[in-house]
Nanobody, 124 residues
Framework: QVQLVESGGGLVQAGDSLRLSCAAS????????MGWFRQAPGKEREFVAS????????SYADSVKGRFTISRDNAKNTMYLQMNGLKSEDTAVYYC?????????????????WGQGTQVTVSS
């Protein structure tokens, strides 16, 4: 299995930027499709972005398209989420996840391993 640890969250103002990181350990990182999800208070966990095992394919939720960029460095066993133009509605706990059975997926149920999450708070 793989262990995931998120970092980089914090309190920022609307319009600011943040970069989240997800460090993986355990099994070979490049074997996994990876994704970012988020959960706001009182809401279900939702898809944010995903990336294929080799980094060549990415997908984004409509709400973040053009503002967020997902990437990965397989040599460093790390995935990133660059978030620009943050809005108050981006406030949530952000989770990284790994999927072992798919080369690229947006479906929350396809992900096998999850991190503990990092809080992102955007003040307006």
């Amino acid at each position: 299995q793989v262990q995931l640890v998120e970092s980089g969250g914090g309190l920022v103002q609307a319009g600011d930027s943040l970069r989240l990181s997800c460090a993986a350990s355990g099994r070979t990182f490049s074997n996994y499709a990876m994704g970012w999800f988020r959960q706001a208070p009182g809401k279900e966990r939702e898809f944010v972005a995903s990336i294929s095992w080799n980094g060549r394919s990415t997908s984004y939720a409509d709400s973040v398209k053009g503002r967020f960029t997902i990437s990965r460095d397989n040599a460093k066993n790390t995935m990133y989420l660059q978030m620009n133009g943050l809005k108050s509605e981006d406030t949530a706990v952000y989770y990284c996840a790994a999927a072992s059975r798919y080369w690229h997926t947006n479906d929350r149920s396809d992900y096998d391993y999850w991190g503990q999450g990092t809080q992102v708070t955007v003040s307006s």
